[in-house]
């Protein structure tokens, strides 16, 4: 799998314009990619910080020199709070948030709270969805609670509408987290969401809340020729993301007539979110094995080379420890290292 220069730079910078003319700040899921040389470029770009899923991606991304970082996720992992509660002390400036969306979780970061409180969002979810507080009552019952409770801090509210189907669905919920902001009686709020699927409704919709906006999409970074290509705001707006990831395989066998056995597995690309589209015309994917992909074409010999874009970036990366970065015409020009 290589990593396009061009789209790279390109989508970092994209995304980083969007968020500034929109009045919000970006903090990129570094789990999608958990590349030091990625975040590099999109801190370098003016995000905000770094958006993590566990603390042990937090300890990683921590060692790429970032100095804010936000887990997207209740801790409760006792190691992992308290590799936090030790930072927190060791680093003034270093800036740590988490969600919380029970008061069960709340005693636990309280337990292990350090010098430094534990600085949390309080998490408003949706029916059906990941986590968070069902409703708005229930998340200002959990706000006062962390209120009271010694060792944490209340900076704001989350949610995350990346599940959702509907661009009225996504109003709707936004509508409810920007509630949620006002019922919080906290100074200078944080508000933060979302997904690489509707962050421009929540560019319309949040405009005028009075909290600041943490923005925490991920995916839009290599973005993708599949899953986020069909789905991208920038099929509603003007702009564009390019996809940055491309496979490259050879063929290992033509065992029979218009058929293909080519040296690329689910080991080697994703296959969760749609299966990877052949760069090459005429050629189908039939299934993929896990070091094999059985594909459809006419004219393939033992050693062809083919190129395949990827559906979902999220599932590439941690696939490979080493990605060359390459220019327009595949010279290799860096390298890009993963942390999974």
Request: proline share 5%; hydrophobic share 45%; net charge negative.
């Amino acid at each position: 799998m290589v990593v396009r220069r061009e789209a790279l730079e390109h989508n970092v910078a994209t995304m980083a314009a969007f968020a500034r003319d929109h009045g919000m700040e970006l903090a990129p899921h570094a789990k999608t990619h958990m590349s030091a040389e990625i975040a590099a470029r999109q801190l370098d770009a003016g995000a905000w910080g770094l958006t993590v899923a566990t603390p042990r991606q937090a300890e990683v991304v921590r060692g790429f020199g970032a100095g804010r970082i936000m887990v997207a996720n209740q801790v409760v992992d006792p190691a992992g709070l308290a590799w936090a509660a030790a930072e927190l002390a060791r680093d003034p400036a270093f800036e740590l948030l988490s969600f919380a969306d029970s008061e069960a979780g709340v005693d636990i970061l309280a337990g292990h709270a350090g010098a430094r409180p534990f600085r949390v969002l309080a998490e408003l979810g949706h029916a059906g969805g990941r986590a968070g507080c069902r409703t708005v009552d229930e998340l200002v019952k959990l706000a006062s609670y962390v209120q009271e409770s010694p060792g944490v801090e209340l900076a704001g509210v989350a949610g995350y509408e990346g599940g959702l189907k509907t661009a009225g669905e996504v109003r709707s919920y936004l509508a409810r987290l920007q509630e949620a902001v006002e019922h919080v009686r906290v100074r200078s709020p944080i508000l933060s969401v979302g997904g690489s699927q509707w962050f421009d409704v929540i560019g319309r919709e949040l405009v005028a809340t009075q909290a600041r906006i943490l923005l925490r999409s991920g995916a839009y970074v290599t973005h993708d020729d599949g899953y986020y290509r069909e789905r991208t705001p920038f099929n509603r707006i003007e702009g564009e993301l390019r996809p940055a990831l491309e496979v490259w395989a050879h063929v290992l066998s033509t065992p029979e007539p218009g058929l293909a056995i080519v040296g690329m597995g689910k080991r080697d690309a994703p296959y969760d979110e749609g299966l990877p589209i052949p760069r090459r015309d005429g050629v189908t994917i039939v299934k993929m094995q896990d070091q094999h992909t059985v594909v459809r074409a006419d004219g393939l010999r033992p050693g062809d080379l083919l190129a395949f874009g990827i559906s979902h970036p999220c599932t590439a990366f941690d696939k490979w420890r080493v990605l060359p970065l390459v220019d327009g015409d595949y010279r290799v020009v860096g390298t890009i290292n993963t942390n999974f």
